[in-house]
């Protein structure tokens, strides 16, 4: 449907209720599981796939015009733990910031891990870099 033009997008209301219980919100969960279920695993459609939850969701939402970030437009943003959008979805990144017309309205500091290697703790980090 994409290759034809159709404007397809990705969403859900379902948020800890009796039809989907695991609901969260997280609009990641569901592009992860529309790209597998959709099976867009190539590296394109994965980059392209950003869009099914942004710009093509607000189109049919009928809110295009004001959807992205432009002078003029609301500063309605999310800035995610991630180096980019693969990594975001790969690692379904923490929202460090929740941004409503300008103003951060939830903050989140992400997780620290660590392996022990003989007897010393390391600070690991499970961030893609494509270099």
């Known amino acids: 449907m994409l290759d034809a ?4 997008c990705f969403g859900h209301d ?5 039809w989907y219980p695991l609901g969260s919100g997280n609009m990641l969960q569901v592009l992860q599981m529309g790209v597998h279920v959709c099976q867009l695993m190539g590296h394109q459609q994965l980059k392209n796939g950003w869009k099914l939850i942004s710009e093509n969701s607000a189109r049919a939402l009928c809110i295009g015009e004001r ?4 002078v003029g437009k609301p500063a309605h943003c999310l800035i995610l733990d ?15 910031y929740s941004i409503r017309n ?6 989140t500091e992400p997780s620290r891990s660590e392996i022990i290697w003989n007897g010393q703790p390391k600070t690991v980090s499970f961030h893609h870099s494509r270099g």
Do not use: K, T, Y
Not at 14 to 18: A, M
Not at 82 to 96: K, Y
């Open 14 to 18: 379902d948020v800890l209720d009796p």
């Open 5 to 8: 033009g159709i404007n397809v």
């Open 102 to 107: 300008g103003e951060i309205i939830a903050r």
């Open 67 to 70: 959807h992205g970030i432009d």
């Open 82 to 96: 991630a180096s980019d959008g693969f990594d975001a979805l790969r690692r379904q990144a923490v929202v460090r």
